[in-house]
């Protein structure tokens, strides 16, 4: 079954810096998900790249995507101390009514 | 903007009681999930639900659990006797086609004691 994880598990930098968090999964997917969770909180939808693209932004995101490598990358540009939070990827495939496989996340923390 | 809505936000039950977590997705959606999320570990998928029925559901989703839409605009999932394991962050999730974005509600935190 196919399998989101991250990497790294924990990451800490100064605001301003920028952040770099990896995803790898096994098997084909229709598209991939990155998600935000504050600490005991809801997910937060950030973006959806589907699997014919390779690079997507949104504001001071940039998510790619190398399909052949099965893995993803999220860049959070100059951080924040308010970006401190769990990131997660999660994929689905049509062949499963696209219900998601979430990764173990990525804990980001931005010291000020 | 509209959001995935979660009631209770927390819910406390005995074992063996039934609970019953309420949602309601984003209006003109079609697809409506289940996931949970156990203390320190992986959002884990339960059930999806698709032209009112269940469209899949995983290992985790046995006879102790159920889900409807019985109004159109509500989603439930119930636990019949919850057990301790069932303690967990239980999120909905809803989407409005198959390759979109799927949007979270703030979850419901059920503890069982």
């Known amino acids: 079954s196919q399998q989101g994880e991250e990497d790294p598990q924990a990451l800490s930098i100064q605001e301003g810096e920028n952040a770099t968090m990896n995803c790898s999964y096994k098997t084909s997917i229709n598209n991939l998900q990155w998600y935000r969770q504050n600490s005991g909180r809801g997910l937060v939808h950030l973006i959806l790249i589907r699997s014919n693209e390779r690079e997507k932004h949104s504001g001071r995101l940039r998510v790619t995507l190398d399909t052949s490598k099965k893995s993803s990358s999220l860049l959070i540009t100059a951080s924040r101390a308010a970006d401190t939070a769990s990131y997660f990827c999660a994929t689905d495939f049509r062949g499963s009514n696209y219900k998601l496989t979430f990764g173990k996340g990525t804990l980001l923390t931005v010291n000020p | 903007e509209p959001e995935v809505t979660q009631t209770p936000s927390h819910q406390v039950t005995q074992m063996g009681q039934e609970v019953i977590l309420r949602c309601v997705p984003i209006?003109?959606?079609?697809?409506f999930y289940w996931y949970r999320q156990i203390l320190g570990q992986k959002v884990e998928f339960l059930v999806s639900f698709y032209n009112n029925e269940i469209s899949e559901k995983s290992e985790i989703f046995d006879d102790q659990f159920s889900v409807e839409r019985p109004d159109g605009s509500n989603f439930t999932l119930k636990i019949r006797s919850t057990k301790l394991e069932d303690s967990a962050m239980y999120f909905c999730?809803?989407?409005?086609?198959?390759?979109?974005?799927?949007?979270f509600g703030p979850g419901t935190r059920l503890t069982v004691t």
């Open positions: 999730a809803s989407k409005w086609t198959g390759g979109g974005e799927q949007y």
């Open positions: 209006s003109n959606h079609l697809y």
